[in-house]
């Protein structure tokens, strides 16, 4: 079992319309919980982290953990097609940051 | 402007020819680390630092050497580069338990 998993997706979600991606994580003893977004040859850009149970909101943004489930979500309503990127989970403990290997979105017009 | 900077951003080089991926952040940041990324693998770590002096092994340290003698200097050093290192890499810094800041990249090819 890969320690942090993501469907690779593609996920294809029409413009305005809510993307939902998820990653589910293997250490129990993880502690906090980082959404990056990467275009294409890019390097990643922090969108989220999120350290407690619940639902953490950042504008279109919503980051929602469950550490009973060990399962991450992150939200983005209103889809624009400038969200079409690769959004990679990331999970860490207190001494090591686990990627996993991102869900690509594509948002269509 | 709070930065991570990479150089060079591409490189193309040949094997066995010893290389130098130069790294620096000018935020104070204690941590440091050097990812390479390759299609469908993900972000796999290769080396990470503390703080100045400390430096550890990630999950994919064999051919690779790093080093840490200024703060904000955190160098990767490619030895004898093989086709095999051929890939994006990616510097890295923060404050210790806070989220990384990632430099712009360099892709490297080994032929």
């Known amino acids: 079992q890969k320690e942090v998993e993501q469907n690779s997706g593609p996920l294809s979600v029409p413009e305005g319309a809510i993307a939902s991606l998820n990653c589910t994580y293997s250490d129990r003893g993880s502690q906090s919980f980082f959404w990056y977004r990467q275009y294409s040859g890019k390097s990643p850009e922090l969108i989220m982290f999120i350290y407690s149970n619940g639902d953490k909101e950042d504008g279109r943004f919503t980051a929602q953990l469950n550490k009973a489930s060990q399962y991450v979500s992150l939200l983005i309503r209103d889809s624009q097609p400038s969200d079409s990127a690769t959004y990679l989970c990331?999970?860490?403990?207190?001494?090591?940051?686990?990627f996993g290997t991102g869900t690509r979105l594509q948002v269509f017009p | 402007e709070a930065q991570v900077t990479q150089n060079p951003r591409y490189l193309i080089t040949v094997t066995g020819k010893k290389l130098t991926v130069t790294c620096s952040q000018n935020m104070n940041h204690e941590y440091m680390s050097w990812y390479r990324q390759d299609p469908g693998l993900g972000l796999r770590q290769i080396y990470y630092s503390m703080n100045v002096e400390v430096t550890d092994k990630g999950d994919v340290p064999e051919g690779y050497k790093v080093s840490r003698k200024e703060k904000r200097n955190f160098p990767l050093i490619l030895e004898s580069p093989s086709p095999n290192q051929t890939s994006l890499y990616f510097c890295?810094?923060?404050?210790?338990?806070?989220?990384?800041?990632f430099g712009n990249g360099t892709r490297l090819t080994v032929t």
């Open positions: 890295a810094s923060s404050l210790l338990g806070s989220p990384l800041h």
């Open positions: 990331a999970v860490s403990n207190t001494d090591k940051l686990i």
